[in-house]
């Protein structure tokens, strides 16, 4: 199909950018990768009167690794996947990257596209609720960091405002010894998650020290597994309390049911994936 018309800007700052949105922020569409928007525009799911390309702001790009790790909005899957730095100190990007679609989605969709869009299956929203990252959002009034535990708020619903820009994800360095994973079950025909987990643990003298689990494909939107966490920290990570933490996780999950899975099913990958995820680490 052919989209409806609308006019072009390629931004040349993050301010331009903002300024644009802000004169019509109902009216207007960022654009990135293009991945998403792109078809939805050529299946008229949306109509913008303006699409403003933020392809070539250089404040929104690269992954630095120091004492925190900032990964810019524009950062690529295959950015992700490529970078040895960040593999070093956080292989759940990798791991992530890894398993996302194909090698053209991986080279031109990107991390800020992604979580801004909030694909209730996108894989990044449930990594970076594991990593504990927080998402730098612009806009007129400023900037202002939002906990990717709180960003996502419903099916492709975002804490972003319509005249924000994502800017970048911040995540704390994590110390050596934390151990990360991401897994899921794949949809056949497009590679997004029926159902991914990522899981960040830390073992001290035998027991568990921190959990934290990021859900995605299950519910409208990515979520952390609280009582799983919390069921798991200070036991050991026998198959026994394995079992409890990933039933624990599925409890929580008010599934989507759509003709690929059921919710019932859906529910029951949580619970297989969580112990999946969790065995794996616990073999490490
Ligand atoms: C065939 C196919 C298979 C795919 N498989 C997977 C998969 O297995 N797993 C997965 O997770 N994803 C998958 N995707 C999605 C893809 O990986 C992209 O992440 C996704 O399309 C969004 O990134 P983008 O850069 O293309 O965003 P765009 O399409 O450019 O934008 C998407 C939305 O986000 C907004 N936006 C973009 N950047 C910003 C920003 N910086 N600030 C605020 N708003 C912004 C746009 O306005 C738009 O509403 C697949 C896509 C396709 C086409």
Redesign the pocket.
């Known amino acids: 199909m052919i989209p409806a018309s609308f006019d072009y800007v390629r931004a040349t700052s993050l301010a331009h950018a903002i300024g644009l949105l802000q004169n019509d922020p109902d009216g207007s569409?960022?654009?990135?990768?293009?991945?998403?928007?792109?078809?939805?525009l050529k299946l008229r799911l949306?109509s913008p009167a303006l699409l403003i390309d933020?392809g070539g702001v250089g404040e929104?790009k690269g992954i630095e690794v120091a004492d925190r790790i900032r990964i810019g909005?524009?950062t690529?899957?295959a950015e992700l996947l490529a970078s040895e730095p960040l593999r070093k100190v956080l292989p759940i990007f990798n791991q992530a990257a890894d398993?996302?679609?194909?090698p053209?989605?991986?080279n031109?969709?990107?991390?800020?596209?992604?979580?801004?869009?909030a694909?209730p299956?996108?894989?990044?929203p449930a990594v970076a609720i594991a990593v504990n990252a927080e998402l730098e959002?612009a806009g007129p009034g400023g900037r202002r960091h939002v906990a990717a535990k709180d960003f996502f708020v419903d099916i492709m619903t975002t804490a972003?405002e319509l005249d924000?820009?994502?800017?970048a994800i911040h995540i704390p360095r994590p110390d050596p010894g934390l151990q990360f994973r991401y897994r899921k079950i794949?949809?056949p025909a497009?590679?997004?998650?029926v159902v991914g987990v990522a899981v960040s643990l830390r073992r001290r003298d035998g027991t568990v020290s921190q959990a934290t689990i990021g859900i995605t494909g299950a519910t409208g939107h990515a979520f952390r597994a609280d009582s799983a966490s919390a069921h798991l920290t200070g036991k050991p990570l026998s198959s026994q309390n394995i079992a409890r933490a990933a039933a624990l996780a599925s409890e929580q999950a008010d599934c989507l049911s759509d003709g690929y899975a059921s919710a019932d099913y859906r529910k029951h990958l949580v619970k297989t994936e969580v112990a999946r995820a969790l065995t794996s680490l616990s073999d490490a």
């Open positions: 569409k960022l654009v990135a990768g293009g991945h998403t928007l792109i078809p939805t949306a933020i929104l909005a524009l690529t899957h398993l996302i679609a194909d053209q989605v991986r031109r969709g990107t991390i800020g596209g992604s979580l801004a869009n694909d299956a996108a894989d990044w959002l972003l924000e820009v994502l800017v794949r949809h497009s590679g997004y998650a």
